[in-house]
């Protein structure tokens, strides 16, 4: 676990004794130095080494950019222009591992809040410490296990896993009927876990609904090596489109499989793996034109995302605008507090809205906890691969560009 400050000045051990030592040097040092407000300790737990180390690092990214922003300007205001210092942690990619960081950085650090941790399965397995803890934790994770199981400390700052799945179906089916294609017939794959499964089953409801025969609906283990069976049996399936749920390793090898065996239906993923730079990077030309679903996009407010883009070199991914957007809301929450204390701020997030700032990247404008913890004014959006870049192209009102159907 390491401890660092949003500005790149972190406060550890050894700037505390520099800090020890100047006092005792130049005891003529200003009564209003010392009385500089404390910081504020914020936990960042999320997967920087393993097999999501990538979506880790863009999250910790945004987090970054938001956390020196608000120091820049002036701090925590109702609490004396308190810095935020960030408290950043390796869950790496294993659930096991990353409850037991979450209880040492409890254990070892008077935290106000904790975000993270990008993939469901790690957010559930901290979730577990801070509800017994009452930390609140905020995360942009999309398995309906997070805030479906009573805590009172959870928030999640994007629509739910069936629900992203329910879009994923839905806008498809609209984007294609403006296309001049009616589907019938669809393939789903999914990796076996929280986010995988709960994705998939939003999916299978909307098909349902729509009447849509569910030709295919396998899921997979999390690291496949071998696609071919998977794409074998889409192949003989009939389907018209199909739904990988996948992260990054996953999702090239799914789509650079398909498309090799000259499999040219189009392909609609379930974000995470196939919304990062990573995926266009590792197709190429084969990343053209593939749709994803996604909680958010980047273009829908270039004049925030854009400064993401201008500090790191990439466009600002999802996971990285989201947990951005948590840390707004957490700032947010503690004004309206008026305390860094963990209870207080829980309290000043429970059922609350939020706007302003960095919630105007989100669909909704604004970010909105239900009882439960659920942002309900998160809107999923579709994108779609052009030109190395994600273009929105649903829903129309939000739309960026137009959606091309393509087989």
């Given amino acids: 676990m390491s401890k660092t400050s949003s500005t790149r000045g972190g406060i550890n051990r050894r700037t505390a ?12 040092i200003s009564s209003t130095a010392r009385a500089q407000a404390k910081p504020v300790n914020i936990g960042v737990i999320m997967p920087l080494s393993g097999a999501n180390a990538q979506f880790g690092i863009n999250s910790r990214n945004g987090i970054e950019l938001v956390a020196d922003e608000i120091n820049a300007a002036g701090g925590i ?12 942690a390796d869950s790496t990619s294993t659930p096991t591992t990353a409850g037991t960081v979450a209880q ?39 398995a309906d296990q997070i805030t479906g199981r009573g805590y009172k400390n959870i928030f999640q700052v994007v629509a739910k896993a069936s629900a992203l ?16 294609t009616k589907i019938d017939k669809i393939a789903i794959m999914y990796e076996d876990t929280a986010y995988g499964t709960a994705q998939a089953e939003g999916l299978r409801a909307a098909a349902k609904a729509a ?6 609906d396998d899921a997979y283990p999390l690291g496949i090596t071998d696609t071919t069976p998977l794409i074998n049996k889409l192949r003989a399936s ?39 730079p990573d995926f266009e990077k590792g197709l190429g030309e084969f990343a053209e034109g593939v749709l994803s679903i996604a909680p958010a996009n980047y273009d829908l407010d270039t004049s925030l995302t854009d400064r993401f883009r201008k500090r790191f070199g990439y466009f600002m991914v ?14 947010q929450a503690i004004e309206k507090a008026k305390s860094a204390k963990a209870e207080d701020v829980t309290l000043a997030l429970r059922g609350a809205k939020f706007t302003g700032g ?48 393509k087989f």
């Fill in 165 to 180: 799945g329910k879009a994923q179906l839905d806008y498809t089916v609209a984007i294609a009927q403006a296309a001049g």
């Fill in 211 to 216: 009447n849509i025969q569910l030709v295919m």
């Fill in 318 to 331: 999802h996971e990285a605008l989201e947990h951005a957007v948590a840390l707004d809301v957490l700032v």
């Fill in 77 to 88: 205001r109702s609490l004396g222009g308190a810095k935020i210092n960030l408290i950043v």
């Fill in 358 to 405: 960095w919630t105007n990247a989100m669909t909704g404008g604004a970010v909105q906890f239900d009882n439960t913890g659920l942002n309900v004014a998160s809107i999923p959006v579709m994108v779609q691969w052009r030109k190395k870049e994600l273009v929105t192209v649903w829903p129309k009102d939000v739309a960026k560009g137009a959606a091309e159907w």
């Fill in 238 to 276: 009939g389907a018209q489109a199909v739904f990988p749920v996948s992260y990054l390793n996953d999702s090239l090898l799914l789509i650079r499989t398909m498309r090799q065996q000259r499999i040219t239906i189009p392909a609609i993923g379930g974000a995470a793996g196939y919304v990062i």
């Fill in 17 to 28: 004794l520099a800090g020890t030592a100047s006092l005792i040097a130049a005891p003529w």
């Fill in 104 to 142: 040492r950085m409890i254990s070892q650090n008077e935290v106000t809040a904790i975000l993270g941790a990008f993939a469901s399965s790690l957010t559930i397995a901290i979730s577990e410490v801070t509800e017994r803890r009452d930390i609140p934790l905020l995360t942009m994770s999309f």
